[in-house]
């Protein structure tokens, strides 16, 4: 089972973007749901946006819909998540999830799910 490698954290400016990558180390996402979760100061985690590897269908949490892109690249090898117009509660500790299985109806949980060790992003008022 491939493990995810998050990179691309840091400090932005509210109102900025920022651009994670989740890298497949060992192999490659394939027939995979792959998703963002993040984490802030003492929140519970919370999904972001997942993409299925196999057919490209992407979902989004209502907090993000219209500020964030998840895509792919096309050695599916990594995934990308983009945000603009960055605001101080996107602040938190970002992490990749991947779990191999045919759909990507629902946030990602169980056993089956690699977890990344995390980026921190912090949004600077």
């Known amino acids: 089972q491939v493990q995810p490698v998050e990179s691309g954290g840091g400090s932005v400016q509210a109102g900025g973007s920022l651009r994670l990558s989740c890298t497949a180390s060992?192999?490659?996402?394939?027939?995979?749901?792959v998703a963002w979760f993040r984490q802030g100061p003492k929140q519970e985690r919370e999904g972001v946006a997942r993409?299925?590897?196999?057919?490209?269908?992407?979902y989004f949490a209502d907090s993000v819909k219209g500020r964030v892109i998840i895509s792919q690249n096309g050695a599916k090898n990594t995934v990308f998540l983009e945000m603009r117009n960055v605001k101080p509660e996107d602040t938190g500790t970002y992490y990749c999830?991947?779990?191999?299985?045919?759909?990507?109806?629902?946030?990602?949980?169980?056993?089956?799910?690699?977890w990344g060790q995390g980026t921190q992003v912090t949004v600077a008022s």
């Open positions: 999830a991947a779990s191999p299985r045919a759909s990507c109806w629902e946030w990602p949980t169980g056993d089956d799910v690699s």
């Open positions: 060992g192999g490659a996402f394939i027939n995979t749901c």
């Open positions: 993409i299925w590897t196999l057919g490209g269908n992407t």
